[in-house]
């Protein structure tokens, strides 16, 4: 039968195939991110959703909602934080139920995520500053919500670009590797990546990053022996640092 599933809609760009400073090879397209980025798109399409899109499709897609999802997937696979997310948002949605909550049951919710006992005292002091403080409503300002205990940059920008629309990267392990791998950019951690994209990539493009590479980088561009053979970039692609390759 064949596949009836579209792929995502690109969004409209100008100017992007020029935002690219990869080293020339012979061997090697001229890296085209715009081209690049509708490849990924197509293959993906029939991968799961990345954790918090598919949450917020759900249902759960407030700021206060995604900001503790964001929380629970940290070192955690989809495939565990994404149920256990949902748990606990259909138990308590709001900053006030969640306060309402002990620290021992949102516990009991969120297992088996990794180190759930101290996301639980994260997540319930999260809930009770954003009722107490906040009076409900979470600020939707990336430094105020760096504030927040066990809330770095990639969750700030994940929660806000998911919930509130907002043009802000989120680097997590599969688009630093990624886009280090490419040659796209080159940055020895996740918080250089997210400075060098935010010089090269085009603004609509984002919020999607997260969205196409990390299903990307957990079935195609692997941490360990990437499927290079069958990769649709292939002859953009650097393979910066690979040894090894299916």
């Known amino acids: 039968m064949a596949d009836t599933k579209q792929p995502r809609r690109?969004?409209?760009?100008?100017?992007?195939r020029t935002t690219h400073a990869a080293p020339a090879r012979t061997d090697k397209l001229p890296f085209d991110i715009e081209e690049v980025l509708r490849r990924v798109r197509h293959e993906?399409?029939?991968?799961?959703d990345a954790a918090m899109f598919e949450l917020a499709a759900k249902g759960h897609g407030s700021l206060f909602e995604q900001l503790i999802a964001c929380i629970l997937?940290?070192?955690t696979l989809d495939e565990v934080s994404l149920p256990a997310s949902l748990r606990l948002l259909e138990r308590a949605s709001t900053p006030d139920a969640l306060a309402r909550l002990t620290p021992e049951a949102i516990d009991a919710l969120i297992q088996p995520v990794t180190f759930h006992e101290a996301?639980?005292?994260?997540?319930?002091?999260?809930?009770?500053?954003?009722?107490?403080?906040?009076?409900?409503q979470l600020p939707a300002d990336p430094d105020v919500?760096?504030?927040f205990k066990g809330v770095g940059p990639k969750c700030?920008?994940?929660?806000?670009?998911?919930?509130?629309?907002?043009?802000?990267?989120?680097?997590?392990?599969?688009?630093?590797?990624?886009?280090?791998?490419?040659?796209?950019?080159?940055?020895?951690?996740?918080?250089?990546?997210?400075?060098a994209l935010e010089a090269v990539l085009p603004r609509p493009y984002w919020v999607e990053l997260n969205r196409l590479l990390v299903p990307f980088g957990k079935h195609?561009?692997?941490?360990?022996r990437p499927k290079c053979s069958t990769c649709p970039v292939l002859s953009y692609c650097r393979q910066e640092g690979v040894t090894s390759h299916r």
């Open 73 to 75: 997937s940290i070192r």
């Open 145 to 147: 919500l760096q504030t």
């Open 156 to 195: 700030a920008h994940l929660a806000l670009g998911i919930a509130c629309g907002h043009e802000v990267i989120s680097v997590d392990i599969h688009v630093h590797r990624v886009t280090n791998r490419w040659g796209y950019v080159k940055a020895s951690t996740p918080e250089r990546t997210l400075a």
């Open 10 to 16: 690109a969004p409209r760009v100008q100017s992007a």
């Open 119 to 136: 996301k639980a005292y994260q997540v319930h002091a999260i809930a009770v500053r954003t009722r107490d403080e906040f009076h409900g």
């Open 220 to 224: 195609v561009c692997t941490g360990s």
């Open 44 to 48: 993906v399409r029939s991968f799961a």
